[in-house]
């Protein structure tokens, strides 16, 4: 991350704080953006990610599962989460089960984030383009049972 990054961390101890936070880091993000997502399998990154696209008004929370087999989904919603807010596009990956970069490829990833669109990029850090061209990243550490850690860097976003 370069010298004018944002990091912001946030603790939580059940799968409700977790959406909750993801809320907050919603109220952070503006597209277009492209954030690869960390944390080991069962961290509670699609949890994250339900908070997230329920702050949009995208989804409701039990809407939103893990792309692992489907690659992608996608959320519309707006900024604010409201009817007359402006639109955005959030893009959920999973790229667990992609292997190379040619296969990365086929997916399209080279065209997101569109100008509306965030992009939530799964085990992105598997790939050195990728992480070349990212804003940042959102790092979920399990602490055990429930609880968790947060941690949001966005780069030229302070």
């Not at 080279?110 to 598997?126: C, F, H, R, T």
Request: proline letters at 3%; charged letters at 25%.
């Amino acid at each position: 991350m370069s010298k004018n990054t944002e990091t912001v961390t946030f603790s939580t101890q059940s799968a409700e704080e977790t959406i909750a936070a993801g809320h907050k880091i919603a109220a952070k993000l503006r597209p277009p953006l492209l954030l690869i997502l960390r944390g080991d399998l069962g961290a509670g990154k699609t949890t994250l990610v339900k908070g997230i696209a329920e702050a949009y008004g995208a989804a409701q929370a039990d809407e939103v599962t893990s792309p692992t087999f489907t690659l992608l989904h996608e959320f519309l919603g707006t900024l604010d989460g409201t009817a007359g807010g402006a639109q955005v596009l959030l893009c959920h990956l999973d790229l667990y089960r992609v292997d190379d970069e040619r296969q990365l490829a086929a997916i399209g990833l080279d065209e997101m984030p569109a100008p509306e669109s965030i992009v939530l990029v799964e085990w992105g850090e598997k790939f050195a383009a990728l992480m070349a061209r990212c804003d940042g990243e959102i790092v979920v550490k399990s602490l055990g049972g429930d609880a968790r850690e947060i941690t949001l860097k966005l780069r030229g976003q302070a």
